[in-house]
Each structure stands twice: as structure tokens, then as C-alpha cells.
């Protein structure tokens, strides 16, 4: 088992400045999320142009090594899991390896498959750069092979689910909640989603 970081750890870290993480994080992170999460209830991904300019920015999908035909497949694979109750990042994943970057590779894409799932629901978390830091997860890149790195994201996926309810359900950590409330009034943000920007805010503190 890797040796990342636990609840405890996290729960520490958070609390020797906490107001620090939570007046640091970005009110545009709010905004863009809400409107993503929202608006896609109602909308046909595939078809919104306005839609997928503000996803694509948000979550760096314009990244210059990827295609035009992977984002439109990525649009298109966004509107085919909301039928489902339990979508499988996994298939997700495979789905976007098979389409090949500029130079003709197959990519894995693990974290724009987490970025999908969390803005159709929360409780997925987001995995990107500040949460690779605040939990001190090691880096798939020198893995072979689309299962060897599979199972390197998939551990730190479920260890991110695992800890988010752990931390959830601490009552320490409730005065930071209640400073996120008090510094974001009026947003109506599920707890979980609240706990993914704190966490992802200390990761990016932590550099």
C-alpha cells in the first residue's frame, strides 16, 4: 500500500491556518462550477458551444496535446453517462485512451474522466495537481500500460472517496465549514463539494 495521506493528516494540515485555505480559494471556482453543474441538467453537452468553451477552460481540456476530435468525443461520452446511476470511470477512461493525441499515443486521461463525473455529481471527487499535492499521491508516469496505471489511479481515487467521508463525518473540522459559509454567502454548495475546494486549496498552498 502507498503511503499517502490520511484523514488525520489532512485534518491537521487544514487546521493549523485553515481561514488561510479557505480565504484563498478562488470565488471564480465557485462560480464556474455552479454554472457547469447546473447548466448541465439541462442542456445537450454535445451541442453547447458555450458549455463546453467554459469546461474546456475550467478543467484545462484545451490542452495542447489533445485533439479536436478528443473533445467532441469527450462531449459526446459527458451526455452518455447521465442516463446512468453509477457511472464507471474506469470505462470512462478506457473510452478516452482509445483516442490518440497529436503525436498518434494513446493518452491515459484519468483526471478530465474525474472532472466529468464531479461536475455531474460531487460526490465523485476531482483529481488534478492540487489534490495529487495535498494527499502527496505518486505520478503514474513511469507505469506501463493502461491496466498497471488504472490500478495506480483507481487506489488514489478510492482513497480520496474514503478519506472525503471520513472527514465528512469529523466534527473538528465543522469551524471550517463555518468560516467556507461565512466567506461564500449565498452559495449553495453541497458539503462535499465545499470539502473538495478546501482540500484542493491546501494542495495548492502546499507547493
Known amino acids: 500500500m502507498m503511503k499517502y495521506r490520511t484523514s488525520n493528516d489532512l485534518k491537521d494540515l487544514i487546521l493549523e491556518d485553515y481561514e488561510k485555505v479557505v480565504n484563498s480559494i478562488p470565488l471564480e471556482k465557485l462560480d464556474v462550477y455552479l454554472y457547469l453543474h447546473t447548466v448541465f441538467q439541462d ?3 454535445p451541442d453547447d458551444t458555450l458549455y463546453q468553451f467554459i469546461f474546456r477552460h475550467f478543467f484545462r481540456l484545451d490542452n495542447p496535446s489533445l485533439t479536436k476530435e478528443f473533445e467532441t468525443y469527450y462531449f459526446k461520452v459527458m451526455e452518455e453517462q447521465r442516463g446512468y446511476d453509477r ?12 483516442v490518440k ?6 493518452t491515459m486521461q484519468f483526471p478530465l474522466a474525474a472532472a466529468m463525473l464531479h461536475t455531474m455529481n460531487p460526490s465523485f471527487p476531482s483529481y488534478d495537481s492540487d489534490i ?9 508516469y513511469h507505469l506501463s500500460g493502461f491496466d498497471k496505471k488504472m490500478k495506480r ?3 488514489q481515487y478510492q ?28 452559495y449553495e454548495l453541497p458539503k462535499v463539494k465545499k470539502l473538495d475546494l478546501i482540500v484542493a486549496q491546501l494542495g495548492n498552498n502546499l507547493q
Request: charged letters at 25%; hydrophobic letters at 30%; zero cysteines.
Open 132 to 140: 495529487v499535492k495535498a494527499f502527496d499521491y505518486s505520478s503514474t
Open 159 to 186: 482513497h480520496t472517496f474514503k478519506t472525503y467521508e471520513e472527514l465528512l463525518e469529523d466534527e473538528a473540522l465543522e469551524p471550517v465549514f463555518n468560516h467556507f459559509d461565512e466567506r461564500f454567502p449565498g
Open 43 to 45: 442542456t445537450y453537452v
Open 101 to 106: 493525441n497529436h503525436k498518434g499515443n494513446h
Open 153 to 155: 489511479y483507481i487506489g
Open 87 to 98: 457511472p464507471n470511470i474506469v470505462q470512462i477512461t478506457k473510452n478516452l485512451y482509445e
